[in-house]
């Protein structure tokens, strides 16, 4: 099956085909189709739903969205919804995770956890969400050079290293998006299964 994927981000899109190997998952761009949505939910499930139905409208097949990010308890919840744009729309990742390491001088609770809001929509009535969560803490350098984002300051007990140490195999075994993928994958296999 031909999936769109909901982002204009090359990361992602390697990310999402590696989870989804079975089907081949297309950029908007791929289909001739010129994508933007407004971030303007108040949660990760409202802004995935959001973006999926966005897309769904302009191409008239199936797809997946999502909206994740980076949640810090002692912060408030920062950066949230907001976490790509955390700081400011110019900065560059390298600048954000230096931004967020300020905002974290001086604080001892340094627990976070990333969040993963997955929709899979088939049709204007059709749809699946699903929510996961990867906890963590967020360290004082950033370590790594792989992933993207906060990666490199987002450091996992399970292994030991950051997200950004992590090989692909590994980062999706334990993330938020690699849990939501695979919930979505049954859901898919069950739909090929059925030709439904």
């Known amino acids: 099956m031909n999936i769109l994927l909901a982002t204009n981000n090359d990361h992602k899109h390697r990310e999402f085909q590696q989870m989804f190997p079975d089907h081949r998952v297309l950029l908007p761009a791929d289909a001739g189709i010129s994508f933007f949505f407004e971030e303007n939910g108040s949660s990760f499930h409202e802004n995935a739903l959001g973006k999926a139905g966005e897309l769904f409208r302009l191409a008239q097949q199936a797809v997946i969205a999502d909206d994740s990010g980076l949640v810090i308890p002692a912060l408030g919840g920062e950066p949230g919804i907001y976490s790509a744009r955390y700081g400011g729309e110019q900065l560059t990742s ?103």
């Open 94 to 196: 390298v600048q954000r995770n230096e931004y967020l390491l300020e905002r974290m001088e001086g604080v001892s609770d340094r627990r976070a956890f990333f969040v993963c809001a997955l929709v899979l929509l088939l049709d204007e009535y059709r749809y699946t969400a699903v929510q996961e969560t990867v906890p963590g803490v967020i360290i004082d350098a950033s370590r790594g050079d792989g992933g993207f984002g906060y990666d490199p300051v987002f450091f996992t007990e399970a292994y030991g290293m950051t997200m950004a140490e992590l090989t692909a195999e590994q980062k999706h075994h334990i993330s938020h998006r690699g849990k939501a993928a695979r919930t979505l994958q049954v859901l898919l296999q069950n739909l090929d299964q059925r030709g439904a």
